[in-house]
Every structure is written in structure tokens, then in C-alpha cells.
């Protein structure tokens, strides 16, 4: 296409040879950067607190990615003003921030996507960030909570480590890991003697004493004490009461544990919230929380109860505070939080009122994950912790549009025109009927739990029509992935974990009745592997046994890619080796080393696969490789854009992959290729004229010998060359309506036959059904007819008793005010009609007119066949009327008229239309 190569022109970009191959001839491609697909704010953590002057204000640490560090801002509640705002120095995410009353200062903990935990500090008064250094070497600081007498004390991952950070001696003292195994400190209550800690994968609830240093563990109740992948969040201590949030295998409970008697007193089944409020201080006993329904509770700490509130706020408490916002209609101390998109709201107890606000944040692009070619040829771009949505790029027009909620996507799949996607965390399965308008109703599905300890579904492949096999990764310090059996339709799931001991299965391929499936050694974040090397191994998805395994690369940690070629064989990626398997010798019979960077990917989210025809293009360890078949060696396509996601294309074979961690790029190939193009309809389904446009390119000059386009494999056009306009059109009147194959096949001395096939619906008929059913009651929108009429006149009424009279009709309508009555229906392009009536006079028909008409002005009367169809016993006569309305010209309404003469005479029963092109 003549526009995408001019805006290409500026953008050819010769790419650096393969890190370790010898011999590759660096090519040079065609290379466009389309932007940055999905933006949004999001601060995983937040704090309140007051500025040099006791004005309420809230704190916000929002994400940044790999090309732009996070954003701190202070927000002034009474105001609604952004007072201060400043990219952090180094770092880009944290889950770590709280106010220190003490010294009236905000601590935050910063991480990078590198690793490592740097602590900040903002002082109300000096209004600047400092750095106060890096408290754990080698850690991302995971929680933060500062005691009242100002210690800071922090939770880190990998290691699960407890440290306190003094302010005023500007030590740093470890606690080192303080539960053995546990990779993530999760929750922190930090008080005058004592602190609280929760950790994470297998939720464990300890407390610390500050003096000594002893450690003493809190067993959490049953059924709670035996979850898997669980977690220990959000601890707060108030009224002697220890509120402790657990979230596990798909669910969450508050637990509230009584400290003077050492016993759990109450669990709170799936709270919607993050945070408890600090005691009401009208009463000195009340705490608030969000519950799951969304509304607010009022928790009595004395009788363990709660009551229901009318506020029901749209977000998630982050963090609570009493605020005096010096306004007449918030008399005394109103209830903030914040919300994890910026958000704040406040509530006044003594008079109910309440409101919210959006803080004025600068945010940033959302770190990309996957994407892939969609049923309906578009590209759909998943992000990491994305509220925002997903992303779906339309190549036509290079448009990015953004489909709200669909989640954290770990991996995407195809069966039949749905998407089907996976979603963190709790292996959620989710599918989206790209037919339909996303967001409508139940398109996308809701997400469907995997179960089992899984977080992340990978990779997908359908067995069937209506089942198809996922991998997926486990919950956090877990081992033991697993296959997943799932029916999309019916949403029902089967699950086979541990497939391979100690391993996760990430990719997938189904060949005839079996599957093949890659593992990584890599279990659930925050635990080390216990196995050595990753296999390929063979599942029998109805005995649900593994009938074999392969070492394909010795030594790798991840098989992460798994493809079928178009010579059968079976391809891989194995932590950045190429392999060729071979299913009926089931032996590797080739590998390609192409790269030893070091990319630490533990899924191997950098590892891909793609055959356009017999091209197979890779992506590993950031670089993009094509590599030809013949000669088994490799040519560098992209390299220094850190490739991750993997690689597709759009129906003109060109390639889209995700680079520079939030940008989407698209690559033409420097090989021949053909590619059809046509207007694709809202509807998805074509009528009338279709103008398909052939682009053929990358054919050396005189190499073309013929240029075919076939529909249904039937020759509509050839010629040595594509004409000049690239255009071709194809009346789909003239196809039965369904689905047909349009291909494009182009044929060089040389460069062999490229070939390009697409399928698509036409639709170029159409039927209306007329079953004269009564108006039915719309309760706020009044009475609402149910007519499939354009228009009629008002001397109508249905009928809707002795339905035994008129052969099963109990829906008739009926003439009744003695003149002359009509019914308009709009039928372009109308081919045939059918009246059927009921009347007991003979010469009923004499009443009766049926006209056309192509503008609504001018009528024609038409003929019709008739027939009496059967007699009831009381004497009325179903008649049948019907023609073929093919001889009467261009056709856009149709007419029936009832004379005054006939008022009861004539009962209709039924009208049936068929028609041509909508117009």
C-alpha cells in the first residue's frame, strides 16, 4: 500500500548481526515504532497524612516502566491541587509508602525492574525527595510502616527479610529472613514494642519484639493455616484487635485476632479492601473497611459486629485518615482514603455526606507483555498489572483502541472467532467472541479460576471445535504447573497439575490426538528451582497420562516456544537455543544456538515462534532472528530494542513486536510476500460489492510470472501483473451467503509461489418474520408495540383468545373501526412474500390490496397466488397469499390494505418477507 510505504521511507534501519552465530549477513528491514498502546496511572501504594501547615494530604507513588522512573506527587485534599510533583531519581515501581507522624515525613521504598530497594524521604516542610541509601542490598523493598516513635521498619522480596531504618542514628538494623522459605514480607504493623509481619507464599502471621529481637509466630486459624500460595497482607492493630487480611487459592478472608487472649475472635469472608480505618475518635471504638459488595462497614471492636453503611465508594481503601476539611458541609472530622488510580474520596459520619475526586497525575505507559494476531486479523496487545485494559491495533489504520478490563494478559490463544486470553492473577480464563462488540454483555466472558495454585495461564491450543489445552505457571513460592482441559462455551475445566514433578508447563502444541508441551523449571515467584533442566514431553489429553518426555537443549531452564512448521516438524525455543523435533522419529534431530545474552526471564516471556509460510521468524534474548530452513543458520532482524512477548503478524505478513518495554513495532520482511486487503465491516459480515485490493511484494524485477486471485477456489482474476489500481471487485450477491476463501496466489521464476488466504462472510439476503404480537408494557417507557412495521394506521387491535379456533394462533391482529386500514413494512429489495389470514366470508379477499412502492410515494397493487390451507370447525378458512416480487422493479416498502367493508372479517395471522441487498 502506497500510503504505508511513504510513511515507512524515513524508517529502514540496518539491524546488528546475532550475538553468537557466525556467518549471518545482516539484513535490512523496513522498521516503524507505532507508539506507546496503553497508558494509565497506578500507585500500588498510598499514604496520608498533613502538610507544614495541618493541611490534609495525600501521598502518591505512581509507576513508571524501564524508559521513565516513578512519579511522586502530594496531593492537598482541601484544594483538590497537586502541590508537588517529581520523578524519583531511580527506580521505577513501588509497593511501599507511609507517613511518619513523628517527624511529619512520607518514606517510600523504590524498586527497579533491575532489582533493588532504595529508601526516600519527603519532609512536608523542606518540600524535596532524599535519598536515605539502600537499606538491604540486593532487595525490593516490598512494605513499609513507621512505629510512633518514628523507626521505620520494611519488608523486602526475594529474601523475606524484616529491617528497621532509625531516622535519627541513620542505622539500618537486619532481622534477616524471618520466616525460613517465606520470599516476601507482605504485611507490617509497626508499634512502640512490638511489630507485626505477614508473609507470603504460605501465609504466615509473625510478631516481632523490638527489644529482644524474639520472634514469635501466630498460627492462623483453620481452614486458613493449610492454603497454598497464600498470603498474609494488610495487618492493623486497633483496640487490641489485630486485623489481619488473607488472601488464598482464590479467595480472601479478614481474620480479627484478640492480642490479650492470644485468640482469633472473627473472620470476615471476602472483604473488599486493603485497609482499616484508625478508631473513630467520636466513639473510640469503631473502625471502617470496605466490604466485597463494595458498600462500607462500620465495625464495632468491642461486639465484634459491623453494620452496613450507604456509602458504597468505587474504590479500594489504600489508606485511611481523619481529616478536618474546614467546610461547613463536613462538620468536624471526615473519613479519607485513597484509591490505587489516584483517586481520593471522603466521608462525613455525622451528616453522611461524601464525595471524590481525581488527582491531577502525570502517570505513565504501561509495561507491555504479549500480544497476538486476533480471529479478526487485529493485533491485541496485553499489559502488565493493566487496569486500563488491553490494547487492540487495527493495521489498516495503525489506530490503537483500548478495551477496558480485561486484566493482567499472560498469554492469548485463537479457537474459532474468539480470542481467548489468560489472566493473573489466579489462572483466570477468559475468552471474547471477536464477532460481538467487546464489552457488551457477556463478551468478553468473566474469568473462569484455573484453581489448583495456578496464577499465570501461558500458552493455548486447541484440541477440537470446542476445547483447548492451556498451560499455565503456579501461585507465588509454588512448584508444579499444570495442563488445563477448558471448554470456552461451557466454561467447564479440567486440571492436571505437577504433569512433570517440580516443573510448570509454558508452551503448548497439539499434534492429531496428542499434546506437546514445554516446561520451565521456574516455579511461582519467589521460589528457586528445585529441578535442573526443562523438558518436552507428550500428554494423552483423555488417559491425562505423559506418555513421554525429551531433554531438547541440555541444561535449559525453559522450553517456552512451541510451534508446528509447515514440514511437520515441531519447533522450539529452549532458554535461547533453537530445536527441530522430529514426531515420528520422536527424537531432536536439529538445534541452532542463537544467542547467550543473559535475559532473566523465569516463564521465558522474551522466547518466540512464528512460520509465515515457510519464513520462521524468532525472538530470543531481545533479538529477532530469521532463520531459513535449508541452511539452518540465522539472520539478525532487530536487535537493541530488548524484544519481549513474543512475535506476530497481520494478514500482510508484516511483524509486530513488543520493544523498548512499551512500544509496539512493525517490521516488513525483506522477502517476497503477497497479502489481500479489504474493508472490514462493523458487522464482520460483507453484502454487495467487495473491492479487494492485492499487494504483492518483494519480487525481484521480471521475476513475476502470474498473479491469481481465487474465490472458493474458482479463478476471478489473473494476470501477469497486479492492476495498477491494486483493486479488484467481486459481486457476493452472486455467492450463496456463509463463509468463502478469497485467495491471493503470485508466482516468480525465482522467488517460487507466495500465496495469501483469508476467509470472510457475506450476508445479502435477509428475512422478516411478522407474528403480530400484542404491545407489551415498558413499565418507565410506556407501552411499546411489538410490530415490525415502518408505519400503520391506528384502527388496529390484537386478538389474542381462541387460539384453538385458528389452528394454534393465539397472536392475530384485526380492522376494527370500518374504514380503510394499512400496514407498511421497509423490505429493500424484496424478493417474496407471504400473507397468511383467517376470515369465515368468501369474499374476504375483495377487501384486500397488497402493493409495492420504491419510493413511499407511488404504489403498485401486485398479484398473488392464493390458497386455502385448512377449515376449523366453526368455519374460518386459513388462507395463504404469496408471490414473487422479482418482476416489480426496485422495491423498498411493501403495503397491506384491508377495505372499510371487511372491519372483522379478516383476522391476520402471519407475514413472512425475504429480500436481497440491505441497502
Not at 83 to 94: A, L
Not at 235 to 240: F, G, I, S
Not at 500 to 515: E, G
Not at 698 to 712: S, Y
Amino acid at each position: 500500500m502506497l500510503w504505508r510505504k511513504l510513511c515507512r521511507i524515513a524508517l529502514l534501519l540496518c539491524c546488528l548481526a546475532p550475538t553468537i552465530q557466525a556467518g549471518s549477513t545482516p539484513a535490512t528491514v523496513v522498521l516503524q515504532d507505532l507508539g506507546q498502546p496503553i497508558t494509565q496511572i497506578l500507585s500500588h501504594d498510598q499514604a496520608l497524612g498533613f502538610g507544614p501547615d495541618g493541611e490534609p494530604q495525600a501521598y502518591f507513588i505512581v509507576g513508571g516502566n524501564s524508559n521513565i522512573t516513578a512519579e511522586f506527587a502530594v496531593v492537598d485534599i482541601r484544594t483538590m491541587q497537586t502541590v508537588f510533583s517529581q520523578r524519583v531519581p531511580r527506580g521505577d515501581t513501588s509497593w511501599a509508602i507511609d507517613w511518619s507522624t513523628h517527624e511529619k515525613a512520607v518514606y517510600i521504598g523504590i524498586s527497579s525492574s533491575a532489582g533493588g530497594g532504595e529508601l526516600l524521604r519527603y519532609r512536608a516542610e523542606e518540600g524535596k525527595l532524599e535519598s536515605l541509601g539502600y537499606p538491604v542490598s540486593g532487595q525490593r523493598l516490598w512494605r513499609l510502616d513507621v512505629a510512633p516513635d518514628g523507626v521505620v521498619f520494611g519488608g523486602t522480596y526475594p529474601g523475606g527479610i524484616l529491617f528497621a531504618y532509625d531516622p535519627y542514628t541513620r542505622r539500618t538494623q537486619s532481622y534477616g529472613q524471618v520466616v525460613p522459605g517465606e520470599s516476601y514480607v507482605q504485611g507490617i504493623e509497626a508499634l512502640e514494642t512490638h511489630v507485626w509481619f505477614g508473609t507470603q507464599p504460605n501465609a504466615k502471621l509473625g510478631r516481632l519484639d523490638r527489644q529482644s529481637g524474639k520472634i514469635t509466630m501466630i498460627p492462623l486459624p483453620e481452614p486458613y493455616a493449610g492454603w497454598g500460595g497464600a498470603t498474609t497482607y494488610d495487618l492493623y492493630e486497633r483496640n487490641d484487635l489485630l486485623f489481619a487480611r488473607v488472601t488464598g487459592d482464590g479467595t480472601s478472608v479478614m481474620l480479627v485476632y484478640h492480642i490479650p487472649t492470644d485468640k482469633w475472635v472473627d473472620a470476615i469472608a471476602a472483604p473488599g479492601t486493603r485497609a482499616v480505618s484508625p478508631l473513630d475518635p467520636n466513639d473510640g471504638r469503631t473502625v471502617y473497611f470496605r466490604l466485597g459488595n463494595g458498600s462500607m462497614a462500620a465495625y464495632d471492636t468491642e461486639t465484634l459486629t459491623y453494620k452496613q453503611l450507604a456509602w458504597a465508594p468505587t474504590g479500594i481503601p489504600g489508606d485511611f485518615a481523619w481529616i478536618d476539611l474546614q467546610n461547613p458541609d463536613y462538620p468536624g472530622l471526615s473519613l479519607a482514603f485513597t484509591y490505587y488510580y489516584g483517586r481520593i474520596y471522603v466521608y462525613n459520619p455525622a451528616t453522611g455526606r461524601s464525595f471524590m475526586f481525581q488527582a491531577e497525575l502525570e502517570g505513565a505507559a504501561n509495561q507491555l507483555m504479549t500480544l497476538t494476531r486476533g480471529p479478526d486479523n487485529m493485533i491485541y496487545i496485553g499489559a502488565y498489572l493493566s487496569p486500563p485494559g488491553m490494547s487492540r491495533l487495527d493495521p489498516a489504520t495503525d489506530k490503537f483502541e483500548l478495551l477496558a478490563g480485561a486484566g493482567q494478559i499472560e498469554g492469548y490463544g485463537v479457537l474459532g472467532s474468539k480470542l481467548l486470553f489468560g489472566v493473573y492473577p489466579n489462572a483466570g480464563l477468559r475468552s471474547y467472541d471477536t464477532r460481538g462488540v467487546w464489552g457488551s454483555g457477556s463478551n468478553p466472558t468473566a474469568a473462569v479460576s484455573t484453581g489448583y495454585n495456578q496464577d499465570r495461564p501461558k500458552s493455548f491450543a486447541a484440541l477440537n471445535d470446542d476445547l483447548v489445552v492451556v498451560a499455565s505457571a503456579p501461585a507465588t513460592g509454588q512448584h508444579g504447573g499444570a495442563l488445563t482441559l477448558w471448554n470456552p462455551t461451557t466454561r467447564d475445566i479440567q486440571v492436571f497439575r505437577n504433569l512433570i514433578p517440580q516443573q510448570a508447563p509454558i508452551s503448548v502444541a497439539v499434534y492429531k490426538d496428542t499434546v506437546f508441551a514445554g516446561t520451565t523449571i521456574h516455579g511461582g515467584f519467589g521460589s528457586s528451582p528445585v529441578t535442573h533442566e526443562a523438558v518436552l514431553f507428550e500428554w494423552d489429553p483423555v488417559t491425562h497420562e505423559v506418555l513421554d518426555r525429551w531433554v531438547p537443549v541440555k541444561g535449559a531452564a525453559m522450553v517456552s516456544a512451541l510451534t508446528w512448521g509447515p514440514d511437520g516438524y515441531l519447533y522450539g525455543l529452549a532458554t535461547g537455543t533453537l530445536f527441530q523435533f522430529d514426531p515420528e522419529k520422536r527424537a531432536v534431530v536439529r538445534t541452532l544456538p542463537l544467542s547467550n545474552r543473559n535475559f532473566n526471564f523465569a516463564y521465558g516471556d522474551d522466547l518466540g515462534l512464528h512460520f509465515i509460510d515457510e519464513h520462521l521468524y524468532v525472538t530470543t534474548r531481545g533479538i529477532l532472528f530469521h532463520v531459513d530452513l535449508e541452511t539452518w543458520t540465522p539472520t539478525t532482524l532487530v536487535d537493541g530494542k530488548a524484544i519481549k512477548g513474543g512475535v506476530t503478524s497481520d494478514i500482510s505478513g508484516d511483524l509486530y513486536f513488543i520493544g523498548d518495554n512499551t512500544h509496539v513495532y512493525r517490521l516488513v520482511p525483506p522477502f517476497p510476500k503477497v497479502a489481500i486487503h479489504y474493508p472490514r465491516p462493523n458487522t464482520g459480515t460483507l453484502r454487495g460489492d467487495l473491492w479487494v485490493k492485492m499487494q504483492v511484494d518483494g519480487f525481484a524485477p521480471d521475476d513475476l510470472q502470474q498473479v491469481e486471485l481465487l474465490v472458493d477456489g474458482q479463478v476471478v482474476f489473473t494476470s501477469q501483473h497486479v492492476p495498477e489500481t491494486k483493486e479488484w471487485k467481486i459481486d457476493t450477491t452472486a455467492l450463496p451467503d456463509g463463509e468463502h476463501e478469497l485467495l491471493l496466489r503470485a508466482t516468480g521464476k525465482t522467488a517460487g509461489t507466495r500465496q495469501h488466504a483469508i476467509r470472510f462472510s457475506s450476508a445479502n439476503s435477509w428475512t422478516l418474520e411478522e407474528r403480530f404480537l400484542p404491545a407489551i408494557d415498558g413499565g418507565w417507557f410506556g407501552t411499546i408495540s411489538q410490530l415490525r412495521t415502518s408505519t400503520e394506521s391506528a384502527g388496529w387491535q390484537h386478538v389474542t383468545d381462541q387460539g384453538t379456533e385458528f389452528f394454534g394462533d393465539a397472536d392475530r391482529l384485526v380492522p376494527t373501526k370500518g374504514t380503510e386500514q394499512f400496514l407498511i413494512w421497509s423490505t429493500p429489495r424484496l424478493r417474496t412474500y407471504e400473507i397468511v389470514l383467517y376470515t369465515q366470508d368468501p369474499q374476504a379477499l375483495e377487501y384486500l390490496e397488497l402493493a409495492v412502492s420504491a419510493d413511499g410515494t407511488v404504489w403498485r397493487a401486485v398479484t398473488y397466488d392464493s390458497e386455502e390451507v385448512t377449515t376449523s370447525p366453526h368455519g374460518w378458512r386459513k388462507m395463504r397469499l404469496f408471490g414473487d416480487a422479482g418482476d416489480f422493479g426496485p422495491i423498498r416498502e411493501f403495503r397491506l390494505t384491508v377495505g372499510a367493508a371487511a372491519s372483522a372479517a379478516i383476522q391476520l395471522g402471519h407475514a413472512d418477507f425475504a429480500g436481497g441487498v440491505w441497502e
